[in-house]
């Protein structure tokens, strides 16, 4: 793993060479073979034993330079991990992550695609005000917080590939899971 930190637009890690390569690679062939949307990832323990430990040194290095982060106390190793496949020429708005979430960490997986998008603030319109390239085997991680304005897009004919990981209180999820992401991970 080589990580570098970053304080601007806000406090965020970039993580390169994220996973061991041969992990990476299988989960990247079994993901083309998933549907679009929110689907579960079989090979969601070998990620956590990977990273959780990283993950969680990141994040304790990241609330160093986030003042307006959740007050809520975080629960090791407690993640929701899936994949994503975004839809080809589908756009997701600018957005901050939910409040139950303790760290937001994003693996881009598989052909080139558009990365992280950061903007100045929360309106649909904001600025665009930095980014963060996409590269296989590469992650992008943050504590949310109230200035944490991200959006990210699919411009291509292919889906967008990546994995989501959340750290944060099951306890706090299951308060959500009636939503229609959640709904479909947590019930199998």
Do not use: C
């Not at 806000?10 to 689907?39: C, V, W």
């Amino acid at each position: 793993m080589d990580i570098k930190y970053y304080e601007n637009p806000f406090p965020h890690a970039i993580i390169d060479n994220f996973l061991p390569q041969e992990l990476y690679d299988r989960i990247k062939t079994n993901m083309e073979t998933y549907p679009g949307g929110l689907s579960g990832l079989p090979e969601t323990d070998e990620i956590r034993n990977h990273f959780g430990n990283e993950l969680e040194k990141i994040r304790n290095t990241l609330l160093e330079k986030v003042p307006n982060a959740s007050a809520k106390e975080m629960t090791p190793n407690d993640y929701i991990i899936w994949a994503n496949r975004q839809y080809p020429l589908a756009e997701y708005k600018n957005h901050n992550d939910s409040p139950w979430k303790r760290l937001s960490t994003v693996l881009y997986v598989g052909k080139f695609n558009q990365g992280t998008v950061f903007h100045e603030s929360s309106d649909p319109k904001a600025r665009i005000v930095g980014n963060v390239e996409w590269k296989e085997n590469r992650a992008m991680s943050f504590v949310p917080s109230t200035s944490s304005h991200h959006s990210y897009a699919n411009k291509r004919k292919h889906f967008r590939d990546t994995v989501l990981i959340n750290m944060g209180s099951v306890k706090d999820i299951k308060r959500e899971k009636n939503s229609k992401p959640f709904s479909t991970i947590l019930n199998k």
